[in-house]
Structure formats: C-alpha cells, structure tokens
C-alpha cells in the first residue's frame, strides 16, 4: 500500500484512490479554530478514506513523500479534477463583489461535499475577523508598500496566504476587498502593490498550466530534467556551516509553517548561490512546513530564484550582509529565530 503524508494541501488527495493508501494527516495550524477545523475536516474525510491517520508531529522516517512531488514522479493525474474549479481568478471580467468571499468555496462544496461537511463555520469567522483587521481596525493597505518586507510581527504584509492557499478565501473576494478600501481611502501605490502581488501568485497558476512538467524539472524551462534530487533532512540543514541567517530562517519556518517573502527569497538564494543545492529540494522542504504552501508559488518562485523560471535577469543572488542591513539593521530577527 502507498504511503502520502498531506498537511495544509488537502485539496490534492482526491486524485489519489484513497482505499489504497495510507495517508498521514499532519496540518500545520496556527491557532485552536485552525486546529478544530482541521480535526473536522479529518473526520468527514475519514468517512472516505479508511487508512487515514491523524499525526501531530512527523518523525523524519514517516516522511514518505510530499504530495505534489509524489505525484508528479508517479506520473498521476495531479490536480486534474480540480483544476477546472482552482481556476477562480479572473476568468470573469468585470470583477463584482461576491455575496460569499468563497465562491471557489461553493463550487468546490458542490463536488466535494465530504471534503467540507460542517467544517467550514469556524475557519470563516476567523478569515472574517482578519480582514475586518486588515482593512477596517488598522487600515494596513495604507502602509503595505514601506512594510512589505519586514520579516518579523503580524503588520507588514498582508498575512492571508494560508487562507488563499487552502481555498477558503477567494482571490478575487480579496481584489474586491482591495479595491473597496481604495473607494473610501484612495488609490495609492501601496493598495495597487497588494494587487499586483495577487497578480504573482495569478501568474504562476496559470503559467503552470502551460509547462506542468517543466516546474519539476531541474532546468526548469530551459528543458526537461528530472535527474534524482538529493534531498536533506532539517537535521542535516541545521549542521550546515553557513549564515546565522539560514538558521534562523530555517528554524521560524520548522516552528511556524511561515516566511514573510523576504525571508524566504533570502533563504532560497543562500540554499541555491551559496550552499549550491538544488532548487527543487529547497522547493520539497518549502512544500513540507510552509502553512500557505501551494504548488505554483512555490515551485514557479523557487525556479524563478535559481534563474531557469520566468525572470530574463537569470539567477538571482541576494548579498545576505546587505540584505540584512537593509532588512534587520537592529538583528531583531535573528536575535528571535537564533
Ligand atoms: C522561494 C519562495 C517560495 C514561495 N512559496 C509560496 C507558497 O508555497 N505559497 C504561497 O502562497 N506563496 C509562496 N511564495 C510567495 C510569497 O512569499 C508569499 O505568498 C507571501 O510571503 C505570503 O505572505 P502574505 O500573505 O503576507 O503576502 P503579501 O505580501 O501580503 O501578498 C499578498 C498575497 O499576494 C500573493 N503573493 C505575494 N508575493 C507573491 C509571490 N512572490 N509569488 C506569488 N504570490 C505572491 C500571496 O497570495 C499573498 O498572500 C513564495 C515565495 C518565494 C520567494
């Protein structure tokens, strides 16, 4: 019988035939209503797939694989049966305000009712009470585009990728949310900047659809090589004599499930430059313990950093004492993840 391991990529399971594998639930969460949801959510899946186990932690030899990956090297269908329902952005244009900020939510419930069987409440209050935060209490868009990219505290950016990423809240829910703060305070650089970062992550799903193979490859769009990967326990990575920074990142990414962007384009330009490491076994460790983890931003940004992706500047390489000057200049961040 195989083996899978999901955590917060639980829209993948169902191209996989359930009463044939084992599979180690293990979902990353950041508080008790994430947690209830998940544990909900496992109880309906149960109901479909016998061999499921509930994990709290995973032990390095019950790393068997990670899905995305796994499926790709088995040449199964990933993701066709909920591609055509993922495809949620833009394909309406103009864009209006949703009645419920998860019509992907609706959609997907329709075809997966198990998948969603009375787990869903919690989680929405939560994303409402973030957004209420986000746009109303603090009015963050104001600010995002001086705070971006600061690597520590709940303010800089905007925090929704998990939710994003597990499909409870619809992309273009968010780009209304934006645009209805730009009514009522003025469109500014910095409102536009959310957008064009929504655009990002946009890009890469579609481009996926394009070059699928091509985002598992070593040269990435170049051309197709899928020469065996080694891959690195974080054991191994935390022996590494390299930066403090690439500790400190590791560790924030082992305990949380999350990087701001400029952590992890700083981590994955150490991982690629300096200690001359595939892209793809950084991308693999990415798809294991990030929170938001979603197949085309991670493996489309990680291609793009090691210069065989969509950048025509070709490989990209962070100066980590300058970075840092510009981005910690009082160490805060690495006196908290050391
Ligand atoms: C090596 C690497 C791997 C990454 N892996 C993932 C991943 O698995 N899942 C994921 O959601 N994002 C990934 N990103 C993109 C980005 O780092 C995160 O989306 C962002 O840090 C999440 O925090 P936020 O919601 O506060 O982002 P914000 O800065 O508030 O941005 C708003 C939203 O825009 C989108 N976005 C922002 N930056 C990017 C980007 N560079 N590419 C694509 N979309 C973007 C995200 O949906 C994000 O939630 C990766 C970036 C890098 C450099």
Known sequence: MRRILVQNNFFLLTPFDLNQT?????????????????????????????????VESISENEFDVALAWDAFYEKKTFGNKLDPIQNR?????????????????????????????????????????????????????LTYLNTRNEMLGRDGSTKFSSFLSSGFLDVRYLYNEVKQFESIHGATKSTGWIIFELLWREFFYWHYQKYPRHYFSKNGL????????????????????????????????LSTGFLSNRARQIFASIWINDLQLDWRSGA??????????????????????????????????FNV?????????????????K
């Open 22 to 54: 084992e599979v180690l639930f293990a979902p990353k969460y950041k508080s008790t209503i994430q947690k209830d949801f998940f544990k909900r959510r496992f109880n309906a899946l149960s109901l479909i797939a016998p061999h499921l186990k509930w």
């Open 89 to 141: 952005l833009f394909s309406s244009l103009p864009f209006k305000l949703q009645e419920s900020f998860t019509p992907f939510r609706q959609l997907a419930e329709v075809h997966l009712p198990l998948l969603f069987n009375s787990a869903t409440p919690p989680w929405d209050e939560e994303i409402k009470k973030e957004l209420h935060y986000y746009f109303v209490d603090k009015k963050l868009p």
């Open 222 to 253: 170049k051309s197709l090589d899928f020469s065996v990967v080694q891959t690195h326990t974080p054991q191994e990575l935390q022996n590494m004599n390299v930066y403090p920074f690439f500790h400190a990142a590791l560790n924030e990414l």
């Open 284 to 317: 693999k460790l990415f798809e294991e313990n990030l929170i938001d983890y979603d197949v085309y931003s991670n493996y489309g940004n990680w291609m793009y950093l090691a210069g065989v992706g969509v950048d025509p500047r070709g490989k990209r390489y």
């Open 321 to 337: 004492d300058k970075q840092l000057e510009n981005y910690d200049p009082s160490g805060a961040y690495l006196k908290t993840w």
